[in-house]
């Protein structure tokens, strides 16, 4: 499973990239909206006015939708009619399944938490502040470095300073921070976000 930040979740609000959240599941509709170029209509117009964003308050939390009594037949019909509409080809949908329960599109939760963080290149002697998802292990958080500020994060041995700040210790690429001791401290007055240093190996080879 991946996790997100919100701030990753709310660019993607076009119509040819279209993310959004339901009780922090994320669903990336875009496979779908293209599917319907062909068969626009204004339930998908509404669905597009919200990406980007929590539409939490149109499902239950089992994310089926919520629904209301109609005044004029009694019956009862959905808060968000955007629901009701599906992808028309059969290899951009799951068949009887609404788009909000469907694994198809559901690409993973919003984080719990996020976690301010500092990368200090050695090399270069530069500080990149970063915030990851609480969830995040450091195999995650070099990928999002490399993706982001410098394509060779591989090249570099990433550390962290041992207890005291001695030496450098060594990071256990498949935990969290938290797993690797970086924890998120609650006190009275502002820490500076933890620390993880990069020492240059001389191989761009590794990317």
Known sequence: MRYYLFDEVCLHNKK????????????????????????????????????????????????????????????????????????????????????????????GRLTRKERRLRIINTLTGTTTAMKVCDEDTIYDIQRKYSELYNSHAGSYLWRKFSYGGDCP??????????????VDEETDIELPPPSIWLYYTNDLTIA
């Open 16 to 107: 040819d990239d279209f993310w959004i959240i339901i009780h922090d599941n994320i669903f990336n509709l875009t496979p779908m909206l293209k599917d319907r170029y062909d068969s626009w209509n204004k339930n998908l117009d509404l669905l597009l006015s919200f990406g980007g964003k929590d539409i939490s308050h149109f499902f239950l939390y089992n994310n089926l939708p919520k629904t209301e009594i109609s005044p004029v037949t009694g019956k009862p019909r959905v808060l968000f009619p955007p629901i009701l509409e599906a992808a028309v080809s059969e290899h951009c949908k799951t068949t009887g399944k609404l788009w909000s329960q469907d694994s198809f599109y559901h690409i």
């Open 169 to 182: 210790g060594e990071l256990l690429l498949h935990e969290t921070l938290d797993g690797n001791g970086l």
